[in-house]
């Protein structure tokens, strides 16, 4: 098992957009892998390779017995709306009820170059939102209303 450290706020790669996968080779491969491996540590829901250190467009998924990943992710479907508790690994410590779309759909490619297209409802919903903001330099805490994401900066701030 290939586990990788995650970054954590503050990292500029968390911030940076990440680049799109043009290069099909054996480092995309080790990186898929990586993330595949680090996504399946108990308790967690979805990694963005940025969140590994990789500038790559990439992101796997472990929901609900599902998992997979999706390499050069676009969403192409939101719909309907679901409020809920998020949380993410490079916000260690923090949470926060965050409103989203109910169903997402994202797509992109595999290893192969091959189109993937996943849906989800609920938590892989959110999911597939979260990771797909991951790749664009966003962070769960940036849109959330204001009085909850003041709240939630003390509670880093406090946590530093």
Known sequence: MAERPLRLLGDPVLRTPC????RFDDA???LVTDLLDTVQVPG???LAANQIGSGL?????NVDNQLGYVINPRVTELSGGQEGPEAC???PGVSATRQRAALATVEGVDLGQQPVRVTGTGELARCLQHETDHLRGELFIDRLDPPVR???MRKIANLA
Do not use: K, M, T
Not at 19 to 22: A, I, L
């Open 19 to 22: 680049d799109p996968v043009v």
């Open 28 to 30: 995309l491969v080790r």
């Open 44 to 46: 967690r829901a979805g």
């Open 57 to 61: 467009a990439v992101f796997a998924y």
């Open 89 to 91: 690994l490079s916000v």
């Open 150 to 152: 003041g709240a939630v």
